[in-house]
């Protein structure tokens, strides 16, 4: 069964981060796992850092923009929060993803639920900057949400309960895919929901081969799943095109409300696939994403 005792949630006070952060309390009142919301005073957020004429007056600075910043990250977890769950309030100064990825890694935080699109506005298929860096480097897996509430200024003042009840994986028959089934079967049993499990040929076969190309990944998809686990509501779909459309397609059809996907590693062809297909997944498909790096 996946543990989860700490949850990290780093807030930027975007649109995007009232979502992620919401997600946060809810798995955290699902698992009674500690919230921890970080906010980080990047530097180049306030150039007049450049002109201080003394350590003195340097440290009296950032001393004020930590303050402010514990005061605003105190209301934002006072609006978004709810009485079941009371987040601990964390504020540093330095680069957002090195903050992020140190406290993960020092405090063996189990999973990092991130707001991707903040302040800075990347382009649409890309994440760039704090999100990429973390999913590519976290010690741990990284829920990523892209989707801002219809209606982010309004929505704090009713609980948020994020259940998950159909949940999609998408597999690879890699070994780090494998490793990140086990924790999706572990999800889907603590949630009793209902698992699919898919494989996308990217390359469609010949017309003559498409049936058993089909069935020969409906065949590995299905040893996959461990004996012990069968009890559980788990389905198989395997689907040929450009992996990120069908996902997308499948994850709208379904009505799906997690995505789980697993980096196949950190070489150049890896990261290339990570880039085209998860980032898409993420910023074009309809739910949240958790994503085993």
Request: aromatic share 8%.
């Amino acid at each position: 069964m996946l543990e989860v005792k700490l949850i990290l949630c780093p807030i930027d006070f975007s649109e995007f981060s009232v979502r992620a952060f919401r997600h946060a309390v809810s798995l955290a009142d699902h698992y009674r796992a500690r919230l921890v919301a970080l906010h980080i005073v990047e530097l180049w957020q306030h150039p007049a850092a450049s002109f201080a004429v003394s350590a003195e007056l340097y440290d009296q600075y950032f001393h004020v923009l930590r303050e402010r910043a514990r005061l605003e990250l105190g209301e934002f977890v006072k609006k978004y929060a709810h009485d079941h769950v009371q987040p601990e309030l964390v504020v540093d100064v330095g680069s957002a993803p090195d903050s992020i990825l140190s406290y993960a890694e020092t405090h063996q935080a189990d999973v990092i639920v991130m707001g991707t699109h903040g302040r800075r506005g990347y382009d649409r298929l890309m994440l760039g900057s704090a999100t990429d860096r973390v999913m590519r480097r976290a010690p741990c897996p990284v829920l990523a949400v892209y989707r801002p509430p219809l209606d982010a200024a309004d929505a704090g003042d009713e609980r948020y309960d994020h259940y998950l009840r159909r949940i999609l994986f998408c597999a690879d028959f890699s070994p780090n895919s494998t490793r990140a089934l086990d924790q999706a079967l572990s999800v889907a049993e603590e949630y009793d929901a209902e698992l699919t499990l898919v494989h996308v040929l990217e390359q469609g076969p010949s017309p003559a081969r498409t049936e058993e190309a089909i069935a020969e990944a409906t065949v590995r998809l299905d040893k996959l799943i461990p004996p012990e686990r069968r009890n559980l509501k788990i389905k198989t779909a395997v689907r040929i095109g450009k992996p990120y459309q069908r996902i997308i397609e499948l994850a709208t059809e379904a009505q799906n409300d997690l995505v789980i996907m697993g980096v196949r590693g950190h070489g150049a062809l890896d990261l290339a696939v990570f880039g085209s297909t998860t980032y898409r997944v993420i910023q074009l498909g309809p739910c949240p994403v958790l994503v085993y790096a």
